[in-house]
Nanobody, 119 residues
Framework: QVQFVESGGGRVQPGGSLRLSCAAS????????MGWYRQAPGKQRELVAT???????EYADSVKGRFTISRDNAKNTVYLQMNSLESEDTAVYFC?????????????WGQGTQVTVSL
């Protein structure tokens, strides 16, 4: 089984910054993509950012220029640096890991960490 340790969530004022981290353990097959998704109250879960094992990154349009995703391949850890946070960024943020076993892709999800942006 794959386990996750997520940290860095909390409450911050508008314009502030937070850094999320997610460390995965128990991965047997090769890591393909790691990333972050979020779900705000009453809304569907949406992609925030992903990064491949080769360093290719993708961002949601709403966070481009404000968020930066990175990873430490040796530690199977993914980070999300969030700057200029807005109230609209308030959500539960979920870590995702996709691994490869041959040509098969397997997705694993963390339990989520709350990010609240308010005065």
């Amino acid at each position: 089984q794959v386990q996750f340790v997520e940290s860095g969530g909390g409450r911050v004022q508008p314009g502030g910054s937070l850094r999320l981290s997610c460390a995965a353990s128990g991965v047997i097959s090769s890591v393909y993509i790691m990333g972050w998704y979020r779900q705000a109250p009453g809304k569907q879960r949406e992609l925030v950012a992903t990064i491949s094992n080769g360093g290719r990154v993708e961002y949601a349009d709403s966070v481009k220029g404000r968020f930066t995703i990175s990873r430490d391949n040796a530690k199977n850890t993914v980070y999300l640096q969030m700057n200029s946070l807005e109230s609209e960024d308030t959500a539960v943020y979920f870590c995702k890991l996709a691994s490869l076993s041959g040509a098969q892709v397997f997705d694993y999800w963390g339990q989520g960490t709350q990010v609240t942006v308010s005065l």
